[in-house]
């Protein structure tokens, strides 16, 4: 398969963000992991700091670089010459969601989705969750890569 955008906040990026990017990467020629910069929204981590994170995650897969996009997905699919969109699913509300989504992007431009099920060791991790169990001071160390603790410990 030829090129695939795997879009997403990473709010911060998880191990199952790199789960998906681990099986994208094998299963395409390329792959773009590409953060919205998005300024409007408020976000704990700003976009230098998301694409640092997304740079230090996606290091060992050659075939993988970090892009942004502030605006339509499917631009930014169509300027990159994407003819697919990677999303992972953690459950069903995901599932409902996201095949709405793929329907309509695929209706606008032609572009196509494919869901990872995510693995189940992964399922429960977001990183909305990761962020409030961090500023209550729990350990999250085990949802996220060690530099991404890092830069989470520095935050709270």
């Not at 999250?140 to 603790?149: E, K, L, N």
Request: glycine letters at 8%.
């Amino acid at each position: 398969m030829a090129k695939a955008v795997f879009p997403g906040t990473f709010d911060p990026p998880t191990v199952g963000h790199l789960d998906i990017v681990t099986r994208a990467a094998a299963a395409f020629d390329e792959l773009i992991v590409a953060t919205g910069v998005n300024q409007s929204k408020n976000r704990l981590f700003e976009p230098q700091e998301r694409i640092e994170m997304l740079t230090e995650l996606i290091a060992p897969f050659p075939n993988v670089r970090v892009g942004t996009f502030d605006g339509l997905l499917v631009d930014y699919c169509r300027a990159e010459g994407a003819g697919v969109i990677v999303k992972g699913l953690r459950s069903a509300a995901d599932y409902d969601y996201e095949l709405q989504m793929a329907q309509l992007n695929r209706r606008m431009t032609g572009v196509d989705t494919l869901f990872f099920p995510t693995a189940p060791e992964n399922a429960f991790i977001s990183s909305s969750w990761v962020k409030e169990i961090a500023r209550l001071g729990g350990d999250v160390s085990t949802f996220v890569t060690p530099a991404v603790h890092s830069r989470l410990l520095d935050k709270f």
